[in-house]
Each structure stands twice: as C-alpha cells, then as structure tokens.
C-alpha cells in the first residue's frame, strides 16, 4: 500500500487564525497532516529565528484528528521544531498560510508565512506560501481554499526545484468572478513608509509604521498585475539572494 504524503502546515498568524484552519480543511485529504504554528500572531517577522530565549511547544487539541503543536516561537522556528524535534524527518510537502494579508511583490522579504515556505526550500522539501488578499479576520476563504487544494496536489505529484518554493497570493473574490492562475514574477513594487508619531500618557514619544504601497513595474508579468487582472499570482521563489549580473562588474574594481 502506498504511504499517504506527509504534509507540514505550519502559518504566521497564529494556530488559531481561520487562515489556517481553512488550510488544514483545503489539504487534509492529500495527506497525513501535522500543524506547528505560532502561539501568537508573528506577521512580519521575516526569516527570524528565535536565539535569546527558551522555545516551547505545546500539544494542541484545537483541530480534531490532526495531530498540533503551538510555538512560542517564529514561523521559520515551527518548520525547525517539526522536522528535527517532532517528526524527525523532512515532510513531503511544507504548506503555509492561509495569510490573512498579501504577500506578493517586496512583501515576501518580511513575511513570515513565506519564510517558512522558504526555510522548507533550504531542507530540499517542496513547499508553498499562501495569502489571501483580505485582512478581515473572519475573511472568506472559500476560494483561497479550492486553489491551495488544487496547487498543493500540482507539487505533490510533480514536485519543485530544489531551493525553490512557491509563493500564492489569492485575490480578494468569490470564486466565480476568479480568472485562473497566472505563473509570474514578483513585481518592483513596496512600501514607501512612513511613521505616525504619537505620545504616550507620559509624554513619551512612541511610533506605529503606516505607509503606503507603491508598484514602480509596469510589465504585465508580474505578481501585482496578475492580482489586478482577478488571478490567483504564483511565483516560484528562491533563497538565493545573489545578485549575479553585477559580479563581473564588481571584479573590475581595484579591491
């Protein structure tokens, strides 16, 4: 008999967000399930790890029939928990979301939910991102639903690249009014940001980070414009930062 995919569902807003929740109901059918998802909500910690304090697992109960664990830690932390405390073993597959929030563009390089996806590329295993443009906390995740279903069986039957993983970013629609999926790049586009200065009952000064997001790409391949067109976005993603074209360059200079 053939042994069912492993599959590691892990997220950055929290065990308890219905992001996912919606994700282990999209995905527990292809396989035999493990969550380990933050304690708490972790939105924009990036690749972070957690070094200055002890980290904690808790045995969760929260998702019944689905073995669980909340983390004090990061999401970058669960994906390190679970495959050399809790399963000993690289999952076949490493799913992450459903994000309450978008995370295409420049957004990638602070969020969480693909950080984990990312660190699952580092260990060789396929893994994906998924987001859904609504920050709603009771969002409708029925189509973000049929489309992380859809795209995980997709790389469980044809796998990815090792060091890529993917990232999905799902529009804010019904499923009806949704295009079909667009495979493209991740578009210049970030936030200009800017800072709310207040004072606290003290006088102290404190800061909250506002801003607005600006897209700078006018091409019509890119994880922005796929959005804007009613596409589900999926870009592959790597860890290697490098930028490769400007090594010549940087040989010529007298160092």
């Not at 396989?31 to 904690?56: C, F, Y």
């Not at 939910?113 to 590329?121: D, L």
């Not at 980070?209 to 009613?230: C, M, R, S, W």
């Amino acid at each position: 008999m053939k042994k069912r995919p492993l599959i590691l569902i892990t997220n950055d807003d929290s065990i308890y967000a219905k992001g996912i929740a919606s994700l282990i109901e999209a995905v527990k059918d292809l396989g035999d399930i493990l969550v380990v998802a933050p304690e708490k909500p972790q939105s924009g910690m990036g690749h972070a790890i957690t070094v200055n304090h002890p980290l904690r697992l808790q045995k969760s109960d929260r998702y019944e029939g689905i073995e669980a664990y909340s983390c004090s830690g990061t999401p970058v932390d669960c994906v390190k928990l679970a495959i050399y405390e809790i399963l000993h073993e690289r999952p076949d597959i490493i799913v992450s979301g459903i994000n309450h929030g978008a995370n295409y563009a420049t957004n990638v390089l602070y969020s969480g939910t693909m950080s984990a996806a990312v660190e699952g590329a580092l260990e060789g295993i396929p893994s994906i991102g998924f987001s859904l443009l609504d920050h709603d906390l009771d969002a409708d995740f029925d189509a973000s639903k049929y489309y992380a279903e859809r795209i995980t069986q997709e790389v469980l039957k044809n796998g990815l690249t090792k060091g890529v993983c993917l990232n999905v970013n799902i529009p804010k629609l019904p499923i009806t009014e949704i295009a079909g999926i667009k495979v493209c790049r991740q578009a210049k586009a970030y936030w200009e940001d800017k800072f709310d200065k207040r004072q606290d009952p003290f006088g102290q000064d404190y800061y909250w980070l506002t801003g607005k997001f600006e897209n700078f790409d006018g091409g019509e391949d890119t994880d922005v414009y796929a959005i804007q067109q009613k596409y589900v976005s999926v870009v592959p993603t790597q860890f290697d930062m490098t930028a490769h074209h400007a090594i010549s360059e940087i040989n010529q200079w007298d160092i």
